[in-house]
């Protein structure tokens, strides 16, 4: 069971290792500007498997339920699938309900453990194999294993490295547990923390936050949906920054932009970024010193919300 292309690296050890009766994936939806209806990676590639294809709107369905106990599946593997799964499902299969999630559990439990864990400047996070409950992210653990983050490393950075590094794990660990020699041990009640699906909506930088809170934002929501500010009625992604040194911009008000080393560097509540990357909707991304010197205007501005009557698209 799995949808984007984190669930890729997974799916395609099971393939070569075991007989995979079916795939389970969220309805093909519009994506994309022309919104043109599109199948997820995971339905891609189970098509070309010649895998069959299971996208129930609901799993809590009994229609839904009973198509997936018709593979007599021995254990079912979950990887950002996109769906609460019911006990009527968990209780299927005779070795459970496996999911390989992207944090160091319990921290970071819920629907986007890596942007919870940049947005937090956590310095390491991994991956855990855990049997799912009915609990969000609070079942058993199987293994973790942990990596550095880099500090200038994006969501987009760090998923692919999470979703080899747990399609490795989970190669190693489904044989010992399907041979009863792994026994799954019972998370801590010490470190919880939960994330939630992150919104477009709280992609605005607020220029009073400090530069360091302001850059892992930036980390967070690239590349999708975009960190954002508003100037001259236009929405502005930034896409890619660092933390520049305080004298950058000192003496200026939060979300003022001046020149520093070629690049804009905007004032913050404490300290200043630099804007590496950015992007203007309908444009392509690019290099913060480049997007100057063709809009001379932006240095000087004064960036954040739009003013009554003003557009932000």
């Not at 799916?11 to 043109?36: C, F, I, K, N």
């Not at 593997?77 to 390989?100: E, K, S, T």
């Not at 921290?107 to 942007?115: D, E, L, M």
């Not at 547990?177 to 010490?190: C, D, F, H, R, T």
Request: aromatic letters at 4%; glycine letters at 10%.
């Amino acid at each position: 069971m799995g949808t984007p292309e984190y669930a890729l690296p997974s799916l395609e050890r099971l393939v070569e290792r075991y007989s995979v009766v079916g795939v389970v994936t969220q309805p093909d939806r519009p994506a994309g500007r022309g919104r043109r209806v599109e199948m997820s990676p995971v339905k891609e590639m189970a098509l070309a498997e010649g895998i069959p294809v299971f996208q129930p709107a609901r799993l809590r369905n009994v229609e839904a339920v009973e198509h997936i106990r018709a593979w007599a599946p021995d254990v079912i593997v979950v990887v950002a699938f996109g769906q609460i799964l019911p006990g009527a499902v968990l209780g299927i299969p005779p070795h459970g309900v496996l999911n390989v999630h992207a944090s160091l559990l319990p921290r970071w439990r819920g629907a986007s453990p890596i942007q919870g864990a940049l947005l937090a400047g956590d310095a390491v996070t991994g991956v855990t194999i855990m049997k799912l409950d009915e609990g969000v992210d609070t079942g058993p653990i199987l293994a973790m294993r942990q990596i550095q983050i880099g500090p200038e490393e994006s969501a987009g950075d760090l998923e692919p490295r999470l979703a080899r590094l747990g399609a490795d794990l989970l190669t190693e660990v489904l044989p010992a547990y399907l041979g009863g020699a792994l026994v799954p041990y019972a998370q801590p009640v010490e470190g919880v923390t939960m994330t939630r699906l992150l919104r477009a909506s709280q992609a605005m930088l607020d220029w009073s936050a400090s530069a360091e809170s302001l850059h892992n934002q930036v980390r967070a929501f690239s590349p999708t949906p975009g960190a954002y500010t508003i100037w001259d009625g236009l929405r502005v992604k930034v896409l890619k920054s660092t933390v520049a040194p305080r004298d950058a911009a000192i003496g200026l008000a939060p979300g003022t932009v001046r020149m520093w080393h070629e690049l804009p560097v905007v004032a913050t509540g404490e300290g200043c970024l630099a804007l590496v990357e950015v992007q203007i909707a309908g444009k392509r991304p690019m290099d913060g010193g480049a997007f100057v010197r063709g809009r001379r205007d932006f240095v000087g501005a004064t960036l954040g919300t739009p003013q009554p009557g003003e557009s932000s698209t």
